[in-house]
């Protein structure tokens, strides 16, 4: 195989492919698929990636057919290299295809001096578990994934304290990207900005400001039908994650978006529960290389995500 970076004109083959590979993996399985609808929905891998890193995918093409085998996006930032949707065609499974594209990512990374790699595993996946695992990632921190099913004139739920959650604007970014660095050890000003600009029309930001007029939390959603989440976003405390989540919930009446809650928050998944939410799976925070336990709470998604 041959290793290149994404162009333009590879947009609808890596589409067809990533919807295909994570479709078939989960179907192998019994397991439902995850994305619904025409192939083409998951150009929304490319396109926002190429809206914020243009050409930051590494491509894997068969020498003797041309066609692509597998992709894998990664997104430089401030702190690290965050690795976005690893994926394989299904004809090309346990030959080696993921382990070359994370290898290219790691030589990348490492010879550009970031400090580390970061990604959402599922931890329902051994086969990316295993890939990452043997390839120096450690699991630090564990996520359930719920999804809740926001009625048409939504929760219907008072929410202490979503008075002080508003729209993000440009000025906020500044202290997004402090916060973000407290809390997380990491820091994004592009993705704040593609989310507060929303170029292509389906992401949303919100900050939780408090009396003093500082930013204590925000939280994106993403309202794609191939991506109906929400995050990503960090906050202080269970209090202005609740009146976030609740906040970008309501953005998205008659849907059921897809969120990743810490499992070591009880407080925050109870409530949670409270709303009707039900789990649909498990992810970890993959990280290799420097680390430093989160000082508040993460909420991370899989388009920008940074686990
Ligand atoms: C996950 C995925 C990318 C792996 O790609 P792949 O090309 O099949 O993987 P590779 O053939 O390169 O093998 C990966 C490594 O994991 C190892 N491995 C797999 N299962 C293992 C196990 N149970 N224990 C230990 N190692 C294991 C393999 O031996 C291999 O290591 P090696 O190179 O040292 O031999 C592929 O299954 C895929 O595209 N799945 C669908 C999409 C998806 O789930 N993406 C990940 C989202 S988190």
Not at 90 to 105: D, E, H, I, S, T
Not at 193 to 202: A, Q, S, T
Request: charged content about 20%; glycine content about 8%; hydrophobic content about 40%.
């Amino acid at each position: 195989m041959r290793l290149r970076s994404i162009t333009t004109d590879d947009r609808f083959e890596v589409a067809d492919l990533i919807h295909a590979s994570v479709n078939a993996w989960y179907q192998l399985r019994g397991l439902p698929r995850i994305f619904n609808g025409d192939p083409s929905l998951t150009t929304i891998f490319q396109d926002v990636y190429h809206a914020i890193s243009p050409g930051c995918a590494m491509i894997a093409q068969s020498d003797t057919t041309g066609r692509i085998m597998g992709v894998c996006f990664y997104h430089p930032r401030q702190t690290h290299v965050g690795l976005g949707i690893m994926s394989v065609h299904p004809n090309y499974f346990r030959q080696g295809v993921g382990r070359a594209l994370l290898q290219a990512v790691i030589d990348y990374a490492d010879s550009n001096g970031y400090p580390s790699i970061r990604l959402t595993q599922s931890a329902l996946n051994l086969d990316s578990f295993s890939l990452y695992n043997t390839a120096g990632f450690v699991p630090r921190c564990a996520y359930q994934d719920q999804f809740i099913s926001v009625p048409a004139q939504g929760l219907n739920v008072q929410i202490p304290g979503i008075d002080r959650v508003r729209d993000a604007r440009l000025e906020d970014i500044p202290s997004l990207t402090a916060l973000e660095l407290e809390l997380s050890g990491v820091s994004r000003a592009e993705d704040y900005r593609f989310c507060i600009e929303n170029p292509l029309g389906f992401m949303s930001l919100s900050v939780f400001e408090n009396p003093a007029g500082e930013i204590d939390g925000f939280l994106g959603s993403s309202a794609h039908p191939a991506s109906n989440l929400l995050g990503p976003g960090v906050c202080r405390t269970d209090e202005i994650a609740i009146a976030l989540i609740g906040r970008e919930l309501d953005r998205h009446r008659g849907r059921s978006p897809v969120f990743l809650v810490p499992v070591d928050r009880p407080g925050l998944v109870r409530q949670m529960y409270a709303w009707g939410a039900k789990n649909c799976e498990l992810h970890f925070c993959q990280v290799r290389g420097a680390f430093e336990p989160f000082k508040g709470i993460n909420l991370p998604t899989f388009v920008l995500e940074t686990a």
